[in-house]
């Protein structure tokens, strides 16, 4: 599985805001906190104050079929049947925000949706006994960003958003 995720703060009118992508490695041990049949954080799903930019990366939004090709050829978007398909087979689920202008669905390989404020995320890393050192640098990086951050808006507004693609 491969985790796609996303530092988040939350700027001084509340709204979140994404400060980065990133890229963490796909280190079994970290990907195993989250994912196993007993995971040591179970998955919270995407939060409802989601910054737009991480909910256009895991919303796809829903086109009728004769209009994908026509209108939509390319971006994220996927075909009614296709959507319908998902919910059916429980494999997705549909945003539910009246206030937007169309249907959004999140993606079907797209698993274990969750975050972590700054705090959280420091306690399950040294919880999990999983050293840092050398081989997880960029997890380091991560938590330095999140860190400096959460000097500025409070570790409580600082957050890892991330999922696992089903490859």
Request: include cysteine; charge should be negative.
């Amino acid at each position: 599985m491969n985790p796609f995720t996303y530092i988040e703060y939350a700027d001084n009118s509340g709204r979140y805001q994404v400060f980065a992508q990133c890229w963490l490695p796909h280190d079994s041990r970290f990907i195993a906190l989250f994912t196993r049949d007993t995971p040591q954080v179970s998955p919270r799903g995407l939060p409802k104050d989601v910054s737009p930019e991480v909910a256009d990366d895991f919303f796809l939004r829903v086109v009728p079929d004769a209009e994908l090709d026509a209108e939509w050829p390319l971006g994220n978007s996927v075909k009614q049947s296709t959507a319908e398909a998902w919910i059916e087979s429980k494999r997705a689920y549909y945003l539910d925000d009246p206030d937007l202008p169309a249907k959004y669905i999140s993606h079907a390989s797209y698993l274990y949706a969750s975050w972590l404020n700054y705090r959280e995320l420091v306690d399950v890393v040294q919880q999990s006994g999983i050293k840092l050192e050398n081989r997880l640098a960029r997890m380091q990086a991560v938590l330095a960003a999140m860190q400096a951050l959460a000097g500025i808006y409070g570790e409580e507004h600082v957050r890892l958003v991330f999922w696992f693609a089903d490859a």
